[in-house]
């Protein structure tokens, strides 16, 4: 599986990560950000419209930038598509994880779209990885762990006019609680959801900063949403204009 690193000396003590979802350019049009000062952008799906949300991230932001594809942006098991957005992403600022690790100054980035149980080709990407999510998180690793994933890991996530049992909950959620409660896990950003999220479970923290379609925009959305990584205090994340606060690492 691949993995990609970026070396550095001293590792600082905590991280800024510009977190965004559900931008859905392709849907809801151009978005204005902020001066947002952030070591590491990341996009947790549905940007845009297939390939236009990977051009889009490459010339829109100076940082290194994570990107968890979408539903939006591929179809499950489509290995032909998938080898195209990486082909497209190497040797920019992009990096693409699909079931792939991601390391900067002592973080490790575990990344990959999760799928849901909606479907068999959706449940058999899901089964392959979660398999893959177990075996990173049972490998040692000295400093803090963020996973990044389009489909939301708990119910909890979802909205609240949603209920568990609905036909609905099956295409838009998992529920990896036996996976996170006791994981040393420190963030799990997520998107696909149209409602920002900011929880814990067990020590893992939980965030969704989505921006949704333009007829039903969620009001809490900030596209100048930082979190902070690597710290062993946790606290909600801010805007760009507020002080930042931290999670466990």
């Known amino acids: 599986m691949p993995m990609a690193s970026v070396?550095?000396?001293d590792h600082p003590v905590s991280m800024r990560l510009h977190v965004l979802s559900g931008v859905h350019r392709?849907?809801?049009?151009?978005?204005?950000?902020?001066?947002?000062?952030?070591?590491?952008?990341?996009?947790?799906?549905?940007?845009?419209?297939g390939f236009d949300s990977l051009r889009w991230a490459m010339r829109t932001?100076?940082?290194?930038?994570?990107?968890?594809?979408?539903?939006?942006?591929?179809?499950?098991?489509?290995?032909?598509?998938?080898?195209?957005?990486?082909?497209l992403a190497a040797g920019s600022r992009v990096t693409l994880l699909e079931n792939d690790v991601w390391e900067h100054r002592g973080v490790r980035f575990l990344g990959c779209t999760l799928w849901a149980p909606a479907t068999q080709r959706m449940r058999a990407a899901l089964k392959n990885s979660v398999a893959w999510l177990r075996e990173m998180l049972a490998q040692p690793h000295d400093g803090a762990t963020a996973v990044i994933t389009h489909y939301a890991p708990l119910h909890r996530s979802l909205p609240h006019e949603v209920h568990i049992d609905d036909a609905a909950a099956k295409h838009l959620a998992v529920d990896l609680r036996e996976l996170i409660e006791p994981s040393n896990i420190a963030l799990w950003i997520h998107g696909h959801i149209h409602a920002r999220q900011d929880y814990f479970c067990g020590r893992t923290r939980v965030v969704c900063n989505p921006r949704g379609y333009a007829d039903d925009v969620e009001p809490r959305f900030?596209?100048?949403?930082?979190?902070?990584?690597?710290?062993?205090?946790?606290?909600p994340s801010t805007g760009a204009g507020s002080t930042p606060h931290f999670v466990f690492s």
């Open 222 to 235: 900030d596209p100048g949403y930082v979190v902070e990584v690597g710290r062993t205090s946790p606290g």
């Open 26 to 49: 392709d849907l809801s049009g151009e978005i204005v950000l902020p001066d947002v000062t952030a070591d590491v952008v990341v996009l947790a799906g549905d940007v845009d419209g």
């Open 7 to 9: 070396a550095a000396s």
């Open 61 to 87: 932001f100076t940082q290194p930038t994570l990107f968890v594809l979408g539903n939006h942006e591929i179809v499950a098991g489509n290995a032909e598509e998938l080898a195209r957005f990486r082909a």
